[in-house]
């Protein structure tokens, strides 16, 4: 069994910054890309960024130049800096990642249970 778990959010006033930790946990062998989601409700979840793990890095560009995704491979940590956040922005956010727990078993896809993050006004 896998566990991922978020922490950082919390609400922040527009133009400020925030910083999301997600860290995975259990049965690991291997840890391939691990990404960052939001959902505001009523919209489908939505992909922010995502980093492989050799380090490359991709992001949607509503937050390009703004967030920065980063990784530890040693501790299975990703985070998440969010700077200039906007209103738009606030959302649950959700890492993912894809982790091997057997070899020769195909990776499976493992979600946090999410960290709310609200920017005000």
């Known amino acids: 069994q896998v566990q991922l778990v978020e922490s950082g959010g919390g609400l922040v006033q527009a133009w400020g910054s925030l910083r999301l930790s997600c860290a995975a946990s259990?049965?690991?062998?291997?840890?391939?890309?691990m990404s960052w989601y939001r959902q505001d409700p009523g919209k489908e979840r939505e992909l922010v960024a995502a980093i492989t793990s050799i380090g490359k890095t991709s992001y949607a560009d509503p937050v390009k130049g703004r967030f920065t995704i980063s990784r530890v491979n040693a501790k299975n940590t990703i985070y998440l800096q969010m700077n200039s956040l906007k209103p738009e922005d606030t959302a649950v956010y959700y890492c993912?990642?894809?982790?091997?727990?057997?070899?020769?078993?195909?990776?499976?896809?493992?979600w946090g249970q999410g960290t709310k993050v609200t920017v005000s006004s």
């Open positions: 259990g049965s690991i062998v291997s840890i391939g890309t």
């Open positions: 993912n990642a894809s982790v091997t727990s057997r070899i020769g078993v195909p990776a499976l896809s493992y």
